[in-house]
């Protein structure tokens, strides 16, 4: 059974930090991984999907990579801002296009 | 383009009533999935469709019942709720092995 996990479970950062956050999965048979952020009480928005056979995905201030053998990713925000407060949520679709998500790293960046 | 509807955004009920979520959307897609969201547990899928008429369990289908007549909209039906049920249920579409939407979720309490 494919399982996610997110470190850290919560992050706070002042604002202009550069960070990261991590994403592990424990099966490497995955289609791709997704990003998502989540507002307090807002549903779910897609930030960057990286194909099984992609090693990263860039928009903006954001990057993600994916190792797929080793079973992790990363999201590196590039100068946070306040407005990056979210919950960043990882998941991966296995067979029949299944997602299957982490619990999420909630971050604060303060101003 | 509405995206991903959810029908209603908030709901109480009392133990042992029924009812239906309602999920529509405008982007042709294939695939719809139902998942709900509860702390500590991050989201987890209930129950999905791959095409109109179709339908599959996921991974906590049990006390939820789901129909897929039109290809736009998915239903989820509960025909006795129970307290376990309280949760966040978010509905979500993609063309298969790709990119997911999701909606702005339903927010029901079963008292």
């Known amino acids: 059974k494919q399982e996610v996990t997110q470190i850290p479970a919560a992050l706070s950062v002042p604002e202009g930090e550069n960070l990261v956050l991590n994403c592990s999965f424990t099966?490497?048979?995955?289609?791709?991984l997704q990003w998502f952020r989540q507002d307090p009480g807002k549903g779910l928005t897609s930030l960057l999907l990286?194909?099984?056979?992609?090693r990263e995905q860039t928009s903006g201030r954001l990057n993600a990579s994916l190792d797929k053998s080793s079973g992790r990713s990363t999201l590196y925000i590039a100068a946070s801002q306040p407005g990056d407060s979210a919950t960043y949520l990882c998941?991966?679709?296995?067979?029949?296009?299944?997602?299957?998500f982490g619990e999420g790293t909630q971050l604060t960046v303060n101003p | 383009n509405a995206g991903v509807t959810q029908t209603p955004k908030f709901r109480v009920l009392k133990t042992g009533q029924s009812m239906t979520l309602l999920c529509a959307q405008d982007m042709n897609h294939e695939y719809m999935y139902w998942y709900r969201q509860d702390p500590g547990m991050g989201l987890r899928l209930i129950h999905y469709?791959?095409?109109?008429?179709?339908?599959a369990k996921g991974e906590v289908p049990d006390g939820y019942n789901v129909s897929r007549l039109k290809k736009q909209n998915f239903l989820l039906g509960l025909e006795s709720a129970a307290p376990s049920q309280t949760s966040v249920y978010f509905c979500a579409s993609g063309l298969g092995v790709g990119e997911q939407f999701f909606g702005p979720g339903t927010r029901l309490t079963v008292l």
């Open positions: 990286i194909q099984s056979s992609q």
């Open positions: 099966d490497s048979a995955i289609y791709n």
């Open positions: 998941a991966v679709t296995t067979s029949g296009s299944r997602l299957t």
């Open positions: 469709s791959v095409g109109e008429g179709t339908t």
